[in-house]
């Protein structure tokens, strides 16, 4: 079993910045992959961006140039830098982990993006 702990969301100006965490805990030998979607209400879940291990880094096609993706092998962490945000990018954040094919996902992180 792996659990997925997200955090770093919040309320942010339009052209603002966040950076979220997600680490990954439990059985977290044998993980494919991890990364971030996101869902606005009546929206369906999307890709953010996501590292494949082994295999390189994809992003939505709306968070190209704007929004990075890393990790910390060490601490089991990705985290998700997003700048020059704009309010469309509004919604719940979900972390999800892939080990042997399973995904995993977290609670999630609202991130808000309003004046």
């Known amino acids: 079993q792996v659990q997925v702990v997200e955090s770093g969301g919040g309320l942010v100006s339009p052209g603002g910045s966040l950076r979220l965490s997600c680490t990954a805990s439990?059985?977290?030998?044998?993980?494919?992959?991890m990364g971030w979607y996101r869902q606005a209400p009546g929206n369906q879940r999307e890709l953010v961006a996501e590292i494949f291990y082994g295999a390189g880094t994809f992003y939505g096609d709306s968070v190209k140039g704007r929004f990075t993706i890393s990790k910390d092998n060490a601490k089991n962490t990705v985290y998700l830098q997003m700048d020059s945000l704009k309010p469309e990018d509004t919604g719940a954040y979900y972390c999800k982990t892939v080990r042997n094919g399973v995904a995993y996902w977290g609670q999630g992180t609202q991130v808000t993006v309003s004046s």
């Open positions: 439990g059985s977290i030998f044998d993980i494919n992959a």
